[in-house]
């Protein structure tokens, strides 16, 4: 009869081989752990390896273009465990009767893209901070983050001031620290009226002079993400050298009809050349990419609608149009402030990933049915939980690149 045990290890047999094996492999951990001592600060980061089969994520994979596979193990949180969704794209309790569009997450051509994990992310940025700047898609960004690590813990409103769009919340185990900064032009701003021609507001953009409000909070961040993109189709009044220079659709007398692209452009030029500027300020910069929209059937005030169900696949759909312009401007735009090699400017793109989900918006669960208020579809926005969960993803991937550069050498194997 075969023992129950290999020969080598049969009880009570060659006990002292075992010895030698043990304390071999103690030494080979102890090394390793020395070579590189980060892994004793943070051990949950030790090791890295993917859920599936494919090739290791690296440096050199785009993951940026892919596919959107089924994931029925979403999501990892709901409308009914976190608090920080905002009422607008909460669409699981406004009545949304689907639920396959939270199925999905997104795998990158020819690589990996490892499932977020909280508790990783939380060692990861440990006594640092993050801020979000921009418009209400990167508020929908930060909601979507709180409410992903809220598996590990929440965090408590640390707030300097009353004001609803400028949040600090600490991780107290973590003693890490996120801010939303409220700047949906990235330039100084001023509503001229409340109406304007489209019942919008009309806007008076100073493109060229730094919006304030966040350009001298950022200093003591360890990154910043920044974005804007929707808030600059909106009629405004462009300034340059405190002059008008033109106007997108004001229809005011005797200014000249400029096209968007033109404040776009301008505004992301002055937005990183402020953080090219401030000498304390020794951070990473995201620069988020564009959101694409999915209005179809018509225009956002036009009856436009966004009621498919699931994802376009990469064959189905191109980026054209005002989202292909604005993009394009804004990977020009980083290029541009990347060669002056003044700050560390990384570029989060999306834009392609979200491109493939006209399933992802709220439409019009966003409210009650017979709530008396007036609202449009939004198909700007993304529900929660939703695919913009996975920019989480898509950041941690960069922070932990950041990390290899910063250490010279890689942490994960």
């Known amino acids: 009869m075969e023992p129950p045990f290999p020969k080598y290890l049969t009880i009570g047999k060659k006990t002292k081989d075992i010895s030698i094996i ?33 090739v290791e994520t690296t440096e050199q994979c785009d993951i940026s273009r892919g596919e959107w596979i089924p994931h029925p193990d979403a999501p990892h949180y709901t409308n009914t465990t976190c608090w920080a969704i905002h ?18 997450r ?10 977020f994990n909280p508790s990783q992310f939380l060692d990861m940025v440990r006594d640092k901070s993050l801020a979000f700047v921009g418009d209400s898609v990167g508020r929908n960004q930060m909601q979507s983050m709180i409410c992903l690590l809220s598996r590990v813990e929440y965090p408590i409103d640390v707030s300097t001031s009353s004001d609803q769009y400028f949040k600090r919340w600490r991780y107290v185990n973590y003693n890490f620290t996120l801010a939303a900064f409220w700047t949906p032009f990235l330039v100084r701003s001023q509503e001229r009226g409340s109406h304007g021609p489209t019942h919008t ?41 405190r002059s008008v220079v033109g106007c997108h659709y004001c229809q005011l007398p005797n200014i000249t009809e400029l ?9 992301f030029r002055t937005a990183l050349k402020a953080i090219n500027g401030r000498e304390h300020f020794k951070g990473v910069t995201f620069l988020r990419t564009f959101s694409p929209s999915h ?20 064959n189905e759909t191109v980026l054209e149009g005002v989202g292909l312009e604005f993009y394009t401007i804004q990977l020009e735009e980083f290029s541009f402030a990347e060669r002056e090699r003044k700050k560390r400017l990384r570029l989060l793109d999306t834009t392609h990933a979200m491109l493939l989900r006209p399933d992802g918006h709220p ?23 939703g695919p913009i969960d996975s920019w989480a993803e898509f950041l941690f991937h960069l922070l932990k690149l950041e990390a290899r550069i910063s250490r010279g050498k890689k942490i994960f194997i």
């Not at 709530?371 to 198909?379: F, Q, R």
Request: glycine residues 6%; hydrophobic residues 35%.
């Open 363 to 385: 439409s019009r669960y966003g409210h009650w049915p017979d709530e008396n208020v007036t609202l449009y579809n939004d198909c700007v926005h993304w529900c929660l939980p």
């Open 259 to 267: 096209k968007m692209s033109y404040a776009y452009r301008r505004v």
């Open 87 to 104: 009422e607008h794209q909460n669409c699981m309790k406004y009545g949304r009767p689907d639920s396959d569009f939270i199925k999905w």
């Open 106 to 115: 997104w795998k990158p051509d020819g690589c990996a893209l490892p499932e």
């Open 22 to 54: 043990l304390s071999l492999a103690l030494v080979l951990i102890t090394v390793f752990c020395l070579y590189n001592p980060y892994l004793l600060k943070y051990p949950s980061l030790a090791i890295y390896k993917n859920s599936d089969d494919d």
């Open 201 to 241: 507001g009309l806007f008076n953009l100073y493109l060229d002079e730094f919006d304030h409000s966040w350009t001298t909070q950022i200093d003591d961040f360890d990154y910043v993400i920044l974005n804007s993109g929707h808030w600059l189709t909106r009629t405004a009044v462009y300034y340059e050298n």
């Open 295 to 314: 209005f179809e059937g018509g225009l956002w005030n036009e009856g436009g609608n966004c009621v498919r169900t699931r994802p376009f696949r990469s």
